[in-house]
């Protein structure tokens, strides 16, 4: 029987101060030792899992906004106790944030486990720290709301808008191809990221952070608020009050994360043109709750979910005219008819009650369902005898002439391959060519890194050329564009058919009947696996061992197989 004071009766908090004996008395003086008082102990203990921290850039404004939520606990009678995780922000961390989501999912989940706390606040943000906490709060299931960074203000430079970071790559695109000097490229670097907050494009920061509404885990209007806008500031206070009435209510995240909230969050993630890294953390969201998130039902509901939403990498306009445009509240009202709209939210009320008063206020940005961007959801699920497993494409980012193309491959073996032949002269590479990254998946590389956005040849950017249809087992940016098919599952460095490929090889997309096919016979490919021979281990101890000992591959989610619940383990058919 389990000693966790989850299965007594009483509030956890309550079990930890008013308990007669030892223990009782030194959790109650310790605490008192902070400036505590014996009443402030009688009140619902509400963490604030705040992931500061000066190595993680879009969470640099959360020692503020910490503040905020704790007024809310306060204000509503509880007892705020902030307290830190790892926090993982994309830029600094090497190899890739990935190795490390799992790791923050289990850090939040133990720190949620191990103290008395009654319910939680979640301050995430940047791409993986969101996903890591909704795997945390889906295992732990005590109260919890999340509440997100915001995104930057858009960046602005000669009367233009900015984002991060799709416009990274153009300027350093543009400046490797030699029209952008170093001055200018400097100048760029200075006025892309102006604010406070994470990425202000659709990538995967603000993709989970509409998530995190979208499946009810968030207040209303949350992803898109810009970071420093005192707006956020009052949203701030608010969930703090409403975790409160969570706990009261006794509102758990599995009474809001289910299949129909899962629908409604993918969804959402369709008509937003959303990141393709939100398909691997939806997957690895829904395993903690106990359900097996196919790749198929994202693609049943892409097809029938129209993609409406105008901002870059695949459209035009940012998150702050998005906050503008009503936020996902507006375009869930728009998406109203396709959506379960019964489903729970954080604020104790239906997805339907949220939305009876909310309105689209810009047409520009947030398209009817009548007349969308286009009648299909952003992201494609390819499947062939190159990706047995499923290998994911984002079409609203392709160039239109790529989305039937059939091609020589050019092969890299690694990534360290890939940097170091991409820009020779000598390489037997032209626009229509397929480049193949292999050895670049969640074992392989280690953990999937941000790369599947392979450089475009130096020479073939010279004359102009700016997509090529690229395929890799690694993962892109939520801010990246162009014909890129990634996430091929099995991965190459477990013998995936992506390991077989051979320059010269003829591969064939076609999105419309999401195939993904090399040209090469059975029998051929047969004999090229008996000769493939696995690539050598990346660690031989500590946690990146763990990591490639453990990873699910892709198409499962890329969490730990023993960190799933039971009844889910044991399907390795792709591991
Ligand atoms: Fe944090 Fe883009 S770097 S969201």
Redesign the pocket.
């Known amino acids: 029987m389990s000693k966790d004071p989850l299965d007594k009766d009483r509030r956890r908090g309550e079990a930890f101060f008013e308990d007669t004996g030892l223990w009782g008395f030194i959790h109650r003086s310790f605490t008192k030792s902070m400036g505590y008082t014996e009443e402030d102990l009688r009140k619902p203990v509400i963490g604030i899992c705040n992931t500061f921290s000066e190595l ?3 969470h640099s404004q959360f020692r503020e906004l910490a503040e905020y939520v704790k007024r809310g606990v306060w204000q509503a009678g509880g007892l705020p106790m902030e307290f830190p995780t790892i926090s993982i ?3 600094y961390v090497k190899p890739t944030t990935m190795l490390l989501r799992n790791l923050m999912a289990m850090d939040t989940e133990e720190m949620m486990k191990a103290h008395p706390l009654d319910g939680v606040v979640l301050l995430g ?3 993986k720290t969101v996903p890591a906490q909704l795997m945390a709060a889906a295992s732990v299931n005590i109260p919890a709301i999340v509440l997100t960074g915001g995104p930057m203000l858009n960046g602005r430079l000669n009367g233009a808008n900015l984002g ?2 799709t416009d990274c790559y153009q300027f350093t695109l543009e400046h490797k191809a030699g029209n952008l000097t170093d001055a200018e490229l400097a100048t760029a670097e200075n006025a892309i990221c102006r604010s406070d907050g ?2 202000m494009v659709m ?4 993709t989970m952070a509409s998530i995190a509404e979208a499946l009810g885990m968030a207040l209303p209007g949350c992803a898109a608020i810009p970071a420093p806008d005192s707006r956020r500031k009052h949203l701030a206070e608010l969930t703090g009050k409403q975790i409160v009435k969570l706990v009261e209510a006794d509102i758990r995240p599995r009474d809001l994360m289910n299949e129909r909230s899962l629908d409604n969050a993918i969804r959402v993630t369709m008509a937003s043109g959303g990141s393709t890294n939100a398909i691997i953390h939806l997957i690895a969201i829904a395993g903690r709750l106990g359900i097996r998130l196919p790749l198929e039902r994202f693609d049943e509901l892409a097809k029938e979910t129209p993609f409406l939403l105008n901002l870059r990498p695949s459209g035009q306009y940012q998150m702050e005219e998005y906050f503008e445009a009503g936020g996902v509240p507006a375009l869930m009202k728009e998406l109203e008819p396709l959506l379960h709209t019964d489903c729970l939210t954080v604020t104790g009320r239906s997805v339907a009650d949220n939305l009876r008063e909310v309105q689209v206020l810009n047409r520009e940005v947030i398209f009817p369902l009548s007349q969308p961007l286009d009648a299909q959801g952003g992201i494609a699920v390819l499947r062939g005898n190159l990706a047995p497993s499923g290998a994911l494409i984002k079409q609203t980012a392709v160039s239109s002439h790529l989305k039937k193309h059939v091609g020589k491959a050019v092969v890299f073996h690694s990534p360290e391959d890939l940097q170091k032949r991409i820009d020779d002269p000598e390489l037997d590479v032209d626009e229509s060519s397929v480049l193949v990254l292999q050895n670049a998946g969640p074992k392989g590389a280690p953990a999937m890194p941000e790369i599947g956005q392979i450089p475009i040849p130096q020479k073939l950017l010279k004359k102009g050329v700016r997509d090529m249809v690229r395929i890799s087992d690694a993962r892109i ?1 939520g ?1 990246s564009y162009g014909a890129l098919i990634v996430h091929v599952a099995p991965e190459a460095a477990i013998g995936g058919p992506l390991a077989l490929v051979r320059d010269g090889d003829l591969i064939e997309l076609d999105i419309a009947s999401r195939t993904l096919n090399v040209l090469v016979d059975d029998a051929e490919l047969q004999q090229r696996k008996q000769k493939w021979q696995a690539p050598a281990p990346h660690y031989d101890r500590g946690y990146g061992l763990l990591f490639t000992e453990r990873v699910l591959q892709a198409d499962r989610g890329c969490d730990f197989d023993f960190l799933l619940p039971p009844e889910l383990r044991g399907e390795e058919e792709s591991k």
């Open positions: 993680n850039k879009c922000g994309e830029p943000g940047c791409d991060a970071c994470h990425c990538g995967t920061a603000s940016s801010t």
